[in-house]
């Protein structure tokens, strides 16, 4: 997963607009999401929390579900990602389809990951 092109709307409640790439093994998917940048202060207080065992799952859910990431604290310091892309068109019928990808990292990668997330809150 890659998250890119980072843009900030410079309003009183702040949004980011950015673009996401998952790719996975034969399967990519792109998408344009955008969301308040409260909510990806939030993503990141959880990460802190997940890597210091004071909860069990971290989440980044926007309004509109169009990416949804989980982090859940597994044993021995191991995290089970779910990243689910989400995408939906409405053409006389609403369809909806989905991508979701799992896999397992070490909890040493969080603090990483929240670095990340910080150097695009605070841009």
Known sequence: MK??????DNEIETRLKFLVNI?????????????????F??????LKMLYDNKINIAQYVPL?????????QLELGHIMVTIKLNHSVFDDVLCNSSLTIQYEIDQSFL??????????IHC
């Open 41 to 46: 202060e939030r993503f990141s207080n959880e």
């Open 23 to 39: 790719s996975y093994a034969v399967y990519t998917a792109t998408s344009e999401t955008e969301d308040f940048k409260v909510y």
């Open 111 to 120: 603090p990483e990951l929240i670095q990340e997330i910080e150097t695009v």
């Open 3 to 8: 998250l890119t092109d980072f843009a900030s």
């Open 64 to 72: 509109e579900r169009q990416i949804e990431l989980y982090f859940k």
